[in-house]
């Protein structure tokens, strides 16, 4: 479902990604890990047609995102990291008002059920975003992935900020996503919930992919120490 | 798509209370101003109506003094005075040229405020010097009236910049941006739609407000369809073009503070700097020559025909013999010298009056020219035209007058010199000045031509550059 | 506090917004120069040329009737004064001459505005209105982001943490806002002050009325730099700052003054100049005609005139009882002007008092008064000048009618004043109000631009401290 075929991205002389390349297929979820600045954020607005890639290609439902940055798009749901929505809209007509962009038409009571499976609180479902904490936001983005049955899910540091409650909650909502099929690119700091959830994970270093495997081949004390090494870091304790 | 967008954008604006505040606003500032139009046209009316009782009054003691003297009754006046006399008639009792409100008067003030709209040209006396000027505080003139004209061209695009400045870059700043750059519609084209949804809000409500203020002030003015309607379509492309422009601001800069500085720097060069910036150089390019000058060398040529009176005589005589009836020169008065005279200042004031012309010409050739550099300018021009306020329109009542007052000398003059008495017959068959609009109301020209200033201004920018295929600048 | 001063400044110059501004401004500020430095030096040669040819035209008749050149009149032309070249003030909408003859109190004629095209209403560019409109822009484009943007880019608090006293900061970045625009408006008014003096008759021209002038407009941008920054410090982003500052300088600026015009309008409405000049000949009407023996009022005089020179017959007077009549109908149309004129002008006043009032939502109207007053280019002006040139008509036509009456017998047919004897009429002179005298008459002007420096001054030192 997603692929990136040797992205290189410049700004000048300073290089943000450099020959990166990987696969995510329906089902799995990869999460990249990396320090800040280490082109997590740019890998996942290459694919959001953001940024203009210098070469290379990505691709997504076997589409090249930079010819066909549209109809990518209907295939994709993206939650950034702060997911913002207009607080003077209950839930309902935020999902509502998306879902219609998006090309896609429900009644209200189609979009409750969605806004239920998401996990959000009935009582939530009319109620001014302004309301919301990080996490029912977060839920009314995964109800927009759900509504536009979207076979792609981008993920930018969606538990920074959310109490471990709110974290399993939505660790479960990917998890759930992931059995239906869908692909999930997650950019994260988490290393617990990136081992809790993934399949695979990448290890981001000023631009470059440096590790790449399956999830399942280390413990999350392994993980740790891989990615402390990549990172430089003496390991600590 | 369209009528999700649509949907949104109302409940967005009316929760945010913009509707309403928008709609009073407007309303607020065009009734207000509706009703200085309608004041100040009412206060024409009446000055018209009183000047004309007035002249009605005259006009009847003129007629029963003329009764009298032609059933051979004594009048107590003296000679001078008496209007069996053409020459009196023509000094004592001229006739009345009134130039009436149009029904959409009120629109614009324009240069009414500085003219009399009445006027009585006299036998004697030449028309250039004839005063038009109405009486006035000049600081009413220095600051302007709140007129509908004023808040058209300089409030309403002001209303529009506060209602567009951020439609994309609050966005931004709310962090809703991102989640619907990576939805499957193009960023530009939602704006646009937003935009679009929004020229049609605000328009239709300065339209609604604008049919108030016309049908509870001027009533009248509703019965002008077909100018009611081209004014209607020119308030729709000045708004269309303000619009285009936040459009573009929009797209480019996105930044809220940056787009509200640069549509107020857009503001001020289309409806200050560049109007104020013409006139100056209007004015120093074809300086109107001086009325001073001009006064001068006319009195100059008065004296020289003083000097040469009786050879003036002789030629017009000899031009109008008709006039001459076997009579001696030396039997020719005052008013005889006069009239030979002021056809020979006609002559040599000529070509004084043609350059004050051509210098007239040229100033409004520039205006033409370079009116097409500000749709405010276009806009204080049509709506001119419309309320029959521009300064053509009071130029071409001068030139009526003049016109006029050709008439009302020609048909007294020969009645001098054939020292024919002033009849009851001679009043009823008097001339009577009725004005008449004669200045093109090319309100639809002026439309077209805004729409045109904004479909080039969105098809210049609405390059590349601006199509970017990424939105990375847009997020930045 | 010097430290805050210099960070702001630095931060200014390095603004590509700010350099933009103030270089167009500064292109603009040369064009309205060089155009109106132009137009100045041909009007006021043109002045003087006509001056000089009109008294050429009065003292080169021949011999003629008093009288009648009384009818033949001339004309007086309002001097050009120096410190118009900065504000125009009203005289594109004043006649700049009036036609001084027998009977007739005429009004000042031909004014340019009447000679322009409608694009005359959107102003024209000239210094006036780049210190006026463009100047206090520049104020707000330098400071409605002086707090806004510290608590934008998250400063705001390290600055606080820093210990700077509230006071402090907020003078800092008010005179950092102020400097630069001190520096352009002082330069400005240097350059013109150079230009006068070098093109004008130094009696016409004072420095010290010049930098009175530059002291007020300055007060003014005080103004605007107070309400600029106090509206930062109470805005929640840069971008609502900007907009709420605009709105005030648009309220100032143009709302306002137009506002005022109607209310005045409603309040003071001006007669028709036809129902003025009706009430004027009706008023005429009732008293003396120096031309018709017969008036009532005419025969009054005859007989009072002859009863205090103890004769029976007006021949017998020892001067020309028609001279004296008509000096006597001049005197008494005269009087006729003046009380009408007084109404009007009471009017006027009453007028402008309303602009004055409406200072209170806006100083701009307080500066454009008192601007127009010391450029001696307002209304207050004109009136001053119309009132002088009456009384120089009236003196002119008792110069004319006394030479019928003490140079001519009654009843001498043909009688004719000799050329020589035209020369002796005085010439007009005007001089406009002192310094001190317009000062005087500004105090409720002065009053209110203070009152809008001071409290909104003490309003952002009170709220520097609570922010």
Redesign the interface.
Known sequence: MIRVTNITKKYGDFTALKDLSFNVNEGEILCLLGANGAGKSTTINMLLNFIQPTSGVAMVNNLDVLKNPLKTKEFLTYIPENLMLYPTFSALENLDYFTKLSGKKFNSKKLEMILSEAGLEQQAHTKNIKTFSKGMRQKVGIALAIAKESKVLLLDEPTSGLDPKSSNEFIELLTKMKNNGVAVLMATHDLFRAKQVSTHIGIMRSGMLENYSESSKFSLKELESIYLDIMNFKNIG | MFLNILTYEFKLLSRSKWLLILFFTIALLIGFASLNGSKNVDKRLADIKEVEQEFFQKDSIMLGTLKKIENGETVALPYWQLPSQPMTVGNRYPRLAIMHPETLSFIATGQSDMYSHFISPKVYGNNFALDYSEMINPVQLLFGNFDIAFVLIYIIPLLIIAFTYNVLSKEKELGTLPLLASQPISTHWWLLQKMIIRFIIFTTLTILALILAITVFSLEGLTNVNGLLGLLLLITSYNFFWFAIAYIVNIKINDSSKNALTLIGFWLLLVLVIPATINQIGNTLYPTPSRLKMINEIRFIKKENEEQQNEIMDAYLRNHPELAQGREKEQFGFWHNYFASEKVMEEKTKPLLLAYDMQLKKQQGLLMTFKFLSPAIVMQQALNKVSASSELHYNDFKKQVFEFSKQWRNYLTPMLFKEQMFTVKNYNELPAFMYENRIKNDIWVNTLIIFMISGLVLLSTTSKRLGNKSDQRLLE | MVHIIRKELKELTRDG?IKITAIISII?LV??AI?EV??YQ?ESH?HE??VS??RA?WESQEAKNPHAAAHYGT?I?KPKFALSLVDG??T??????IFVEAHNKN?A??????????????????IN?VLL??FP?ISI?IG??SYTKEREHQTYWLLKSQGVHPTKLVIGKWLATFLPILVLTTTVFLVIGSILANISDLEMFKWVSLWTLWGLYLLYYLIITTLTILISMWSK???V???SC??IW?LFS??T??????I???KN????????N?RISNDKKQGLDGH?P?NEAAKKLESETLKNYGVESIDKLPFNYVGYRMQKGEEHEAKVYQKHYAA?KT??TK??DT?KQLSFISPFIALRFLSMDLANSS?NL?WKFSEAVERYRIQKQRFLNYDIKDNSKFGERGYKMTPEKFKNLPKFSFNPPTLIELLKNNTQNLFFLMLWLVLPFLGLLMTSKKI
């Open positions: 917004r603009l064009i309205a155009t132009s137009n041909k043109q040329e006509s040819k009109e035209i004309y032309f003030g009203v594109n909408y004043t006649g700049n001459s009004e004629s031909f004014s340019s505005a009447t000679d322009q095209t409608s694009l005359a209403r959107f102003g024209s560019l000239s209105f409109y463009l822009l484009l409605y982001n982003s840069s971008g700052s900007l907009v605009l709105l648009i143009f709302i003054p137009k506002f005022a015009t109607n005045a309008n409603v409405p001006y007669p028709s100049k036809s129902e003025f009706t018709n017969w009007l009017i006027a007028q402008n602009y209304d004109h």
